[in-house]
């Protein structure tokens, strides 16, 4: 795998690039600047060369891959505000069950500031091998560059057979990079992966806005990079003897340089409206009695309350929170409805979610012919049971 | 100041249905339409052009047909529009697509700042932007919300992540990713048309490229490849759930957490 590419015309022979590889795989050859074996793409050398004479070698050998060189899963732990993303642990149980079809030990690869070594020990527990961690104030912020430099660095070494990273905000603008960087192939955004006995990663996805699945392999080329969606994949669970370890990887400040400068990070509280919410919960006149039971609901459930018209118009809530022909069009994962009869009017603004649990007294109510779930029974005994259920699961995880 | 705004044609609906014997898109309608994230996109280049002068270009790989989009780019005030159209280019994925941009952006130099929009309605991907910054070696913003400053030789932009927003500052060249609602987009303008109308919109082909190595483009440069499309599973089960209550909200909860929404 040729990583670098040298224009001999652009260098004045400061010899910066040999002086500053962290990795000694730099010579001064016959043609100018070569890398040897030792070089992991960690893209130093490129950094530090003013003249910018160095560039990545983006193409792929003509040969075909030897799959066997290129082994094991390796997923990236993304922090969020100095904690790790929940995605991290879905991506740990998918590798995980991925790699036992396979015989695939399953890696993780770390990257941000002060404390990020601390969160790759917690990876441990879940049963990851190894959990090459890069700590250095530099990487503080989102700064794709030089997250792309360490992740390069730890995939140059251990040459995984398949990289996953969460298709989040961070991971769906990583992604692309690191792929392009060892001119590889990645799907966005998969909702579903499988295995080949050869090791080809099978990847669905959707595409068309979800209208159409595409099944994407990427046969000839390693490592294979998918972003994987957040909230589909089963989280890991922790294993009977975690015998995995944290590698420390040293990082130089070259290393961690990045060509972005973050001035500022805040915090965003965002109110979502119903149309961009996963979940929704609707209190129809049947729940008039104890809206804020069925509010409370939404909350654990991280979702929104919303309304049929009645209740908008009693008051309850605006237009902007009731469903329907006269209210908002909604498509969710999940809706549950309480306390709602199913009339046409409020139907055709919520038949599209794509699972609808109804809690209704009356079997004969018509949003049962349009729901998933049926539950005939008092609302006001279901929504405390199950808010009690969630609470309960909740404190048991802490 | 020179700004590069890559469009890509879509097509208008995406309702499409699967072949069901073959596993493949059906026939998609002729219609086509600019891809509505990348009106944001372009919107946002002709806003700094009018504060801080220089040009706007707007770039696109596909069929001879993009010509249209092109012509309402001009009619939305680009200063110039560029195609990149050759057989050589079909089929294309995230890397041989984003390497043939990067070729075409070379091509067309001296670029200061490389607009994307956040998405295409038909790929789905959101991951052109960051690969052409990979190939070009620059830093790239990705869900830019607004772009706050733009200085001598830098931009300052605000990104909207998950659960923060970053104000970040990048050197020229750089490239941005744009989120929608970063501005409202003009619509094509009577008067524009009328003086863009001999405007000639620039092709080129593979020969034209720096790079002419046929192993980075089209299929051949593509390493990822689809095995086959299919309907999305729909959800038409229905389940009464019986029981007394508690051994309904159990069976809820077992729902919900099968779901993932627990
Ligand atoms: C032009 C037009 C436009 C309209 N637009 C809209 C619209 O946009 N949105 C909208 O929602 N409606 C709209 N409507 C009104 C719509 O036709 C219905 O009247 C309305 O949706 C009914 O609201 P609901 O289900 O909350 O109330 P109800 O129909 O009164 O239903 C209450 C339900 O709660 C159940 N229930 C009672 N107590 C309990 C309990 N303890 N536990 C469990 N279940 C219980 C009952 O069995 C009943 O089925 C429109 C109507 C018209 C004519
Ligand atoms: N064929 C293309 N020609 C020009 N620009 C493109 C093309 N494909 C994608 N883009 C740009 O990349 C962005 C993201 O596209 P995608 O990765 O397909 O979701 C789009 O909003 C466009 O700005």
């Known amino acids: ?398 | 100041m020179k700004i590069i705004v890559c469009m890509k044609q879509v097509p208008a609906s995406s309702k499409v249905e699967i072949d069901e014997e073959t596993g493949t898109l059906k026939r998609l309608g002729s219609d086509t339409k600019a891809n509505p994230y990348d009106l944001y996109a372009l919107e946002a280049a002709l806003k700094i052009r009018e504060k801080h002068g220089g040009t706007v270009t707007a770039l696109t790989m596909g069929p001879k047909q993009a010509e249209e989009m092109m012509k309402d780019a001009y009619m939305c005030g680009a200063d110039d529009a560029v195609v990149l159209s050759d057989l050589k280019f079909a089929g294309s994925d995230v890397l041989a697509t984003s390497y043939t941009l990067s070729q075409g952006i070379l091509l067309i130099g001296e670029a200061d700042v490389i607009i994307c929009g956040r998405q295409t309605t038909d790929g789905d991907t959101a991951q052109i932007g960051p690969a052409i910054a990979e190939h070009l070696n620059m830093p790239h913003a990705a869900w830019v919300s607004e772009i706050l400053e733009i200085k001598e030789k830098s931009i300052v932009v605000k990104q909207d992540l998950a659960s923060v927003s970053q104000i970040s500052e990048m050197p020229f060249p750089c490239l941005i990713t744009v989120d929608k609602d970063i501005n409202v987009p003009r619509l094509p303008s009577y008067i524009l048309k009328k003086e863009t109308a001999d405007k000639t919109v620039r092709f080129y082909a593979f020969d034209d490229l720096p790079d002419n190595d046929l192993s980075r483009y089209g299929l051949v440069g593509s390493p990822t490849n689809v095995e086959k499309m299919f309907a999305p599973p729909v959800n038409e089960k229905k389940i009464f759930l019986e029981g007394s209550d508690k051994e309904k909200t159990e069976k809820i909860f077992e729902i919900l957490s099968a779901g993932k929404f627990i």
Not at chain 1, 16 to 26: I, Y
Not at chain 1, 45 to 65: D, G, R, T
Not at chain 1, 216 to 226: D, G, V
Request: charged share 25%; aromatic share 6%.
């Open chain 1, 1 to 398: 795998m040729a990583t670098l590419r040298f224009d001999a015309q652009k260098c004045n022979l400061c010899g910066l690039c040999l002086e500053k590889c962290p990795f000694n795989a730099l010579e001064m050859g016959e043609k100018g600047i070569i890398e040897n074996e030792k070089c992991r793409m960690c893209g130093v050398c490129i950094k530090v060369c003013a003249q910018k004479a160095l560039s990545f070698e983006q193409k792929a050998s003509k040969a075909e891959v030897d799959k066997n060189k290129w082994k094991g899963i390796l997923i990236y732990a993304e922090q969020e505000e100095g904690e790790i993303h929940p995605v991290v642990y879905e991506l740990i149980g998918e590798a995980r069950r991925l790699g036992e079809k396979v015989g695939y030990d399953v890696y993780a690869v770390i990257v941000g500031g002060k404390g990020t070594n601390k969160n790759a020990k917690k990876l441990i527990p879940y049963g990851v091998k190894k959990v090459f961690s890069y700590e250095h104030t530099g990487f503080d912020g989102f700064k794709t560059d030089c997250y792309t430099d360490a992740i390069s660095d730890c995939i140059a070494s251990l040459k995984p057979s398949v990289v996953l990273i969460g298709a989040t905000a961070l991971g769906r603008s990583l992604a692309p990079r690191l792929s392009v960087r060892f001119h590889t192939g990645l799907t966005a955004d998969c909702t579903k992966l499988d295995i080949k006995p050869n090791t080809d990663l099978v990847q669905v996805r959707p595409a068309f806005g979800g209208n159409i699945m595409a099944q994407i392999l990427i046969s000839r080329s390693r490592p294979q990079f998918s972003t994987v969606r957040y909230k589909v994949m089963d989280k890991a669970k922790k294993v009977e003897n975690p015998d995995g370890e944290v590698v420390i990887v040293p990082v130089t400040d070259d290393m961690a340089h990045s060509a972005v400068k973050v001035l500022n990070i805040e915090h965003i509280n965002r109110t979502k409206s119903i149309e961009e919410e996963d979940v929704l919960v609707v209190a129809g006149r049947g729940a008039k009695n104890d809206v804020e039971m069925v509010r409370e609901l939404a909350t654990e459930l991280g979702g929104q309350l919303a309304f049929t018209r009645p209740m908008a118009e009693s008051g309850f809530g605006d237009n902007a929170h009731q469903i329907g022909l006269s209210g908002r069009t909604v498509k969710p994962k999940l809706i549950i409805t309480c306390g709602v009869s199913g009339a046409i009017q409020f139907t055709a603004g919520m038949n599209a979610a794509e699972c609808i649990i109804a809690i209704n007294t009356d079997p004969e109510a018509l949003i049962f012919n349009i729901a998933n779930y049926c539950i005939v029974d008092d609302l006001y005994k279901v929504v405390p049971n199950l808010i009690k259920k969630i609470k309960d699961a909740k404190n048991m995880e802490d």
